[in-house]
């Protein structure tokens, strides 16, 4: 209906949802573009619609997406507009979209790629993953970084932003911080992470020199429906503003199949892979594009003896860290906004 309209060549709208929990390389590539001249920014909320907010969508030059949106599949954009999904998970390890759908999904997967004028990824190594989980040809794909990374090329007081936690949280300053970031599981009791990690040991041997700070998923609501609490001394910062924030002042990740990992062994900072659910995780859920146990950039550990020794011991391998990164990221140098902008604005000069 929208298409009478003509394209606004400075309009660009950002497709979100109200809570934004992946609207960090929209706010990157918002920036980036704000350097670049007067341009018209729309937020079309997936939750909000409005016959306004589809007539600005209908009418931007350059329309970006953080996650799926399946109605893009029945959207009839004009030639001249630019659609660019950026995706919100860095790299590629677990299994995802296309790669474990079923038939009925991945054909809507290929509507929606069809609309799709670009997908942005981290690295040329991953190229094939993301091809099959979006269903969208090898050619639409751009491997230009990840626009959030840019991030942690800015100016940041690390010293102040660790007092800022520390006052929030009570702790004291001099303490290591341990962050555990855990993903969510489809099967419900193995998202109570605390029927498999020891609180009490794991403060009893570490808790002089660490504290240990608990981040949940955001859709862990989705799957767990409990409380996941300990009587345990740890912190519950799962409703911290700035994920990287955290990533920045944390000494040591613990993790187990998260996507944040590949973020944190940017900054070559050690990283345990907790993975008391192995076996079922391999078998009922996801998998990997990777072989997990010789891939991932720090020790795997089953149980919280095991997971306490490799912190006490400082069992890391730096150059594993090192190697690993390299297959995730082509460049990292704080530009990768500034290559998907002027990459963007050269090719939206051509199909104008």
């Known amino acids: 209906m929208f298409k009478i309209f003509p394209i606004n060549q400075n309009k660009i709208t950002f497709i979100v949802d109200s809570g934004e929990s992946f609207k960090g390389n929209l706010d990157y590539i918002k920036k980036e573009f704000e350097k670049r001249g007067t341009f018209e920014f729309n937020f079309f909320y997936k939750d909000k619609l409005s016959i306004g907010a589809f007539k600005d969508l209908a009418t931007s030059k350059y329309i970006f997406l953080n996650d799926n949106f399946f109605p893009i599949a029945f959207m009839n954009f004009k030639n001249e507009s630019v659609v660019t999904q950026l995706w919100h998970a860095p790299g590629a390890f677990k299994k995802f979209g296309g790669s474990v759908s079923s038939e009925d999904d991945r054909q809507m997967l290929l509507k929606i790629s069809k609309n799709t004028d670009y997908l942005i990824t981290s690295s040329k190594n991953i190229e094939s993953f993301y091809s099959e989980a979006f269903q969208i040809s090898k050619d639409k794909i751009k491997p230009l970084g990840l626009p959030r990374a840019d991030y942690y090329f800015e100016n940041h007081d690390i010293n102040v932003l660790k007092e800022n936690f520390c006052r929030k949280y009570d702790v004291a300053p001099d303490k290591k911080i341990i ?108 998998g990997f594009y990777f072989d997990f146990k010789n891939t991932v950039p720090g020790p795997v550990v089953y149980d919280s003896s095991q997971l306490i020794d490799v912190i006490e011991n400082k069992d890391f391998d730096e150059r594993q860290l090192s190697e690993f990164v390299m297959t995730q990221f082509d460049e990292i140098n704080g530009e990768a906004s500034k290559r998907v902008v002027d990459f963007l604005l050269n090719e939206g000069d051509k199909n104008g």
């Open 179 to 286: 962050l555990y970031a855990p993903t969510f599981r489809d099967e419900e009791k193995f998202n109570n992470v605390f029927n498999y990690l020891d609180l009490n040991e794991f403060n009893e041997a570490l808790g002089d020199e660490y504290v240990l700070a608990l981040r949940l998923h955001p859709k862990i609501k989705d799957f767990y429906s409990g409380d996941i609490s300990s009587n345990g001394k740890y912190i519950d910062c799962s409703d911290y503003a700035s994920e990287q924030e955290l990533l920045l002042i944390s000494d040591i990740l613990i993790t187990d199949y998260s996507s944040i990992m590949i973020e944190f062994a940017m900054l070559n900072k050690p990283i345990v892979f907790f993975t008391y659910d192995f076996d079922s995780y391999l078998n009922d859920e996801r």
